[in-house]
């Protein structure tokens, strides 16, 4: 079935760990996303890439780090958790930067305690 | 800055017609779209407005005014599935979604 894979899909984890939340997506989409999702606040952009090998930073990007070494694949790394990390992630793509419909994987629940 | 507003929570009764209403300010614009997202899911696309009008898709509707930097979504013979949280965003001259907090639509039997 085509469309995004997340993982994991919840996780929880020590203050200071190294964490890396995966995402692959089998639509050959060019642009894929990161955002962090919680109460009461819209969707906030982490990480972006408009096409493999390159990433931008988006509104959030401090204690993340993404890559993007193929079309498939856009892993982000939380190099040292803290617990305002705690928070659903969402990866998601689409076809092409200018063009309109988001696919979103179905999440990953982070508690950082 | 750049900033999306819609109601925290609508409720409405099944069966009814309900208004989801947007505001958004954007650097640049390059449409608006509305997403559906059901609790503890993903968000879902329903709509993109880029030219100022109405579009219709079944029970679903989504209108947009650029000038008054306004859209709204138009639910038509509410079902209890439909019970969920609508997200209104507005993309901006760098192709990047502004995202409004969501509205929270609770149907009633």
């Known amino acids: 079935i085509a469309g995004i894979t997340q993982a994991p899909t919840s996780q929880i984890l020590a203050a200071g760990r190294r964490m890396t939340l995966r995402c692959t997506q089998d639509?050959?989409?060019?642009?894929m996303y990161w955002y962090r999702q919680d109460l009461g606040l819209g969707l906030r952009l982490i990480h972006y890439?408009?096409?493999?090998?390159?990433?931008g930073k988006g509104e959030v990007p401090d204690g993340y780090s993404v890559s993007r070494a193929n079309t498939d694949d856009f892993p982000l790394t939380l190099a040292s958790a803290v617990p305002s990390q705690t928070s659903v992630y969402f990866c998601?793509?689409?076809?092409?930067?200018?063009?309109?419909?988001?696919?979103f994987g179905e999440g990953s629940r982070l508690t950082v305690l | 800055g750049q900033n999306i507003d819609q109601p925290t929570e609508m409720t409405a009764t099944e069966g009814a017609i309900v208004q989801i209403n947007c505001t958004y300010q954007?650097?640049?614009?390059?449409?608006l779209f509305w997403y559906q997202q059901h609790a503890g899911e993903a968000p879902t696309f329903l709509s993109y407005?880029?030219l100022d009008g109405l579009e219709e898709k079944g029970r679903f509707s989504s209108f947009l005014s650029r000038s008054k930097g306004y859209s709204y979504l138009l639910l038509k013979e509410l079902q209890m599935k439909d019970s969920a949280s609508y997200l209104c965003?507005?993309?901006?001259?760098?192709?990047?979604?502004?995202w409004g907090a969501g509205t929270k639509l609770i149907i009633k039997p």
């Open positions: 998601a793509s689409k076809n092409g930067q200018s063009s309109g419909e988001l696919f």
């Open positions: 639509m050959r989409h060019n642009a």
């Open positions: 890439s408009n096409t493999a090998g390159t990433t």
């Open positions: 954007t650097s640049g614009f390059n449409g």
């Open positions: 407005n880029v």
């Open positions: 965003a507005g993309m901006d001259s760098n192709y990047q979604l502004i």
